[in-house]
């Protein structure tokens, strides 16, 4: 748990009530890599903390075929943010892409609930919600403006050491582009 | 200013504290067609709430060619967020494309300070930021998964009334697709 309360106490001033709190809504689960923490069609109220490993949040198309909104390495959240705020069934799979310890907290009593109890974790989860907008915009203004070897390059650079966990197809579908084109951008890079 | 109190009253009870404070920080403004709010490189201390009309927010790639990030019709707010929350320098342009009436509301004391005086705008605000977090996460997801006749139906669902403002160039760099494909696309859904 000492990895959370880090990751808390760099951010707001970590006081016993919020210690407690914490504990009392999380637990650490060691997981295998291939294990789904989260499938299609589910309420969802419980949100993960990456301790160690890799996972990753995606989507099958109607062909059948898988687009990976999401990866999730040390230090990072996961779960499907979009069930979660807009109180829908899950669209996302949550799975793990290696061995990985997570902690899981559990919102069950709701988010807003939680928000008026304790300001403080209120101020954290909003920081966290206008970093990710951050995030999210530029994924988007980067998908539209910038050619798939420089897309790759940033994907290296917000997500470092995910070579050794992701497979050709888990990135390539992060990136929207096909395996085969990966895999030339890879030689491209190498040969830079 | 009535359309900004409708706004928050349909979302927080609007005292008379509220009011005052939301008062006091906006005013009204007439805009021509062609003006720019926010272009790149300065610090952004305000954010836009249109009553009348549309704006949009872009960027210039290397080359010179626009990719439109967002549009913001009636009701709407509008901003370069990645620079407030940030707080880094503006990388987008903030432009009205039909003449418009917009609230701009001056945020110069800072979110954090706005939201440490008034709890129920702190609330307005998350519950803002994890709206636009599912809109966000769903368009790259569709981005990712959907045909682009697909995309350009759900952009007229998203934004009604879009093709009475948007330029065929506004469109096509929102969808990341070329004005000849959109010319495409729109023949096929007057032809469906």
Same mark, same amino acid.
């Given at each position: 748990?000492?990895? *959370?309360?880090?990751?808390?106490?760099?951010? %707001?001033?970590?006081? !016993?009530?919020?210690?407690?709190?914490?504990?009392?809504?999380?637990? +650490?689960?060691?997981?295998? &890599?291939?294990?789904?923490? #989260?499938?299609?069609?589910? @309420?969802?109220?419980?949100?993960?903390?990456?301790?160690?490993?890799?996972?990753?949040?995606?989507?099958? !198309?109607?062909?059948?075929?898988?687009?990976?909104?999401?990866?999730?390495?040390?230090?990072?959240? %996961?779960?499907?943010?979009?069930? %979660?705020?807009?109180?829908?069934?899950?669209? *996302?799979?949550?799975?793990?892409?290696?061995?990985?310890? +997570?902690?899981?907290?559990?919102? /069950?009593?709701?988010?807003?609930?939680?928000?008026?109890?304790?300001?403080?974790?209120?101020?954290?989860?909003?920081?966290?919600?206008?970093?990710?907008? +951050?995030?999210?915009?530029?994924?988007?203004?980067?998908?539209?403006?910038?050619?798939? =070897?420089?897309?790759?390059?940033? *994907?290296?650079?917000? @997500? &470092?050491?995910?070579?050794?966990?992701?497979?050709?197809?888990? %990135?390539?579908? @992060?990136?929207? #582009? /096909?395996?085969?084109?990966?895999?030339?951008?890879?030689?491209? /890079?190498?040969? =830079?």
């Amino acid at each position: 748990m000492k990895e *959370l309360f880090d990751f808390i106490s760099r951010r %707001i001033p970590l006081n !016993d009530e919020i210690r407690d709190f914490t504990q009392s809504i999380s637990k +650490v689960k060691e997981i295998k &890599k291939g294990d789904k923490l #989260i499938t299609e069609g589910q @309420y969802v109220n419980k949100t993960y903390f990456v301790v160690d490993g890799c996972l990753r949040s995606y989507v099958y !198309d109607i062909k059948g075929k898988e687009h990976t909104l999401q990866f999730a390495l040390k230090d990072h959240w %996961i779960s499907d943010y979009m069930a %979660i705020f807009s109180k829908q069934k899950s669209t *996302l799979i949550v799975e793990s892409i290696s061995d990985s310890t +997570v902690i899981e907290a559990s919102i /069950t009593g709701g988010i807003d609930n939680i928000c008026e109890k304790y300001p403080a974790l209120e101020f954290l989860h909003r920081k966290s919600l206008e970093h990710y907008i +951050v995030n999210l915009q530029k994924r988007i203004l980067d998908q539209l403006q910038l050619p798939a =070897l420089e897309r790759y390059k940033l *994907l290296l650079k917000k @997500y &470092k050491h995910i070579e050794e966990f992701a497979l050709n197809y888990h %990135i390539a579908s @992060y990136l929207g #582009i /096909t395996q085969q084109s990966l895999s030339r951008i890879r030689a491209e /890079t190498r040969s =830079l």
